[in-house]
């Protein structure tokens, strides 16, 4: 909580203030069961008061705090103890989750019921001004810290909500990270097993079959380049380049141009080639519009 001398500076509330609502102590005293009565009939026609005073019990012990708050209010001690104990009745407002709007609109009440009283118990206009300002600086303070209890409830939330949010957010970015490292080193692996397959597919030249072997060839070839352009993709984006589609549309083109490499060895797959052949076509012109729209 703020501090209570600078609280009090703020609102300009001097140890004259402290005198004045003392003495007016004996004035107000005697209406305090009336206050109440007045107060119920104002908050009755709010929305929500069933909600909260639901029971003789609860209205009985809600209503001997009201006499208490009033009395305080022309006690003349405004120490730590009065503000501790403001704080926990605007902590209980928070706990039960009374609007803030009700509580300003009940405060309006307060004020205005006061100022009644003190307008027609004393006749002299200046002094009534006057009394009347230390009055609404107390009822001010007062209305200060129950509001200040909703303010440091929502900072609590917000506060929790920000660093669960960041500790997702951190791990997130870390997994993604971890997997990101995780794709390149299978890329590794993978051009490991494409380069072999390439030995593998070149030593068909020299059995005999070189038809076979060289399209072999080139096909592993290929799967070799596309290794190669994922492994740089990722690498790029982990050092914060951007998302590279085309490279994913160029891996495909590659992938069905193998296919038909590997398929043009089997004279009788004539039809399975030409649907290949339109996997090709359609590829491409997705790759070219991507490429328009990256310019």
Known sequence: MENIDKIKAHYGFTAKDAMNLKGLFPLMEPFSRNFVEGFYDHVRHFEDTSKFLKDEETIKRHQDALVMWFAALFSGEYDK?????????????VDI?????????AMHFVRRYIMDVLKNAVKDPRECVYLSGSIDKILDINLDVFTSSYIEEEK?????????????????????????LMLVLSLVVVGIIVIGL????FAHIFDGDIEKGLLSTLGSLLMLWVVIELM???????????????????????????????TSLYHGEVGAQLSLVAAVAVLGAVYWLVAKVDK
């Open 232 to 262: 740089d993709t990722e690498i790029h984006h982990l050092r914060g380049g951007k998302f590279a589609i085309k490279v994913f549309l160029s891996v495909a083109l590659v992938a069905v141009i193998r296919k038909i490499l590997v």
């Open 156 to 180: 609590r939330i917000r506060f929790l909500s920000y660093r669960v949010e960041s500790y997702l957010i951190q791990f997130a970015r870390r997994f993604s990270y971890g997997l990101n």
């Open 81 to 93: 103890g009065y503000f501790k104990e403001l704080e926990r009745v605007g902590m209980v407002h």
């Open 97 to 105: 989750g009374l609007s803030a709007h009700y509580v300003n609109a």
């Open 198 to 201: 390439f030995v593998y597919d």
